[in-house]
């Protein structure tokens, strides 16, 4: 499967921003998909996952409240709304996908990634 996210951008803190990432497979139904972060000098770190079907979502502690994951296996896409950005938001994100959700924030059981894509968060 290949993954294809969506541009990042820069925004003030407070704003909105979101991401897309699309699938090469019309079989993306079958995969959870997932978006983790990379800070400058940071590890990549899980920020959220969602089932095949859309029906359950995960989130790391620090983003609930502020950002939504959603997918349509329609478009093969899965999409990363994110909401009162702050400045600690600011990395690189990437999107994943893998086929089951056991130790679901786990990247080393990720077997697909997509390209990273910038999010900026100015204060």
């Known amino acids: 499967v290949q993954l294809q996210a969506s541009v990042g951008g820069l925004v003030q803190t407070g704003g909105s921003l979101r991401l897309s990432c699309a699938a090469s497979?019309?079989?993306?139904?079958?995969?959870?998909g997932a978006w983790f972060r990379q800070a400058p000098g940071k590890e990549r770190l899980f920020v959220a996952a969602?089932?095949?079907?859309?029906?359950?979502?995960y989130y790391t502690d620090s983003v609930k409240g502020r950002f939504t994951i959603s997918r349509d296996n329609a478009k093969n896409t899965v999409y990363l709304q994110m909401n009162s950005l702050k400045p600690e938001d600011t990395a690189v994100y990437y999107c994943?996908?893998?086929?089951?959700?056991?130790?679901?924030?786990?990247?080393?059981?990720?077997?697909?990634w997509g390209r990273g894509t910038q999010v900026t968060v100015s204060s």
């Open positions: 994943a996908a893998r086929d089951s959700d056991f130790l679901i924030a786990d990247r080393s059981r990720y077997a697909y």
């Open positions: 497979e019309r079989t993306f139904s079958n995969y959870y």
């Open positions: 969602i089932s095949k079907t859309g029906g359950r979502t």
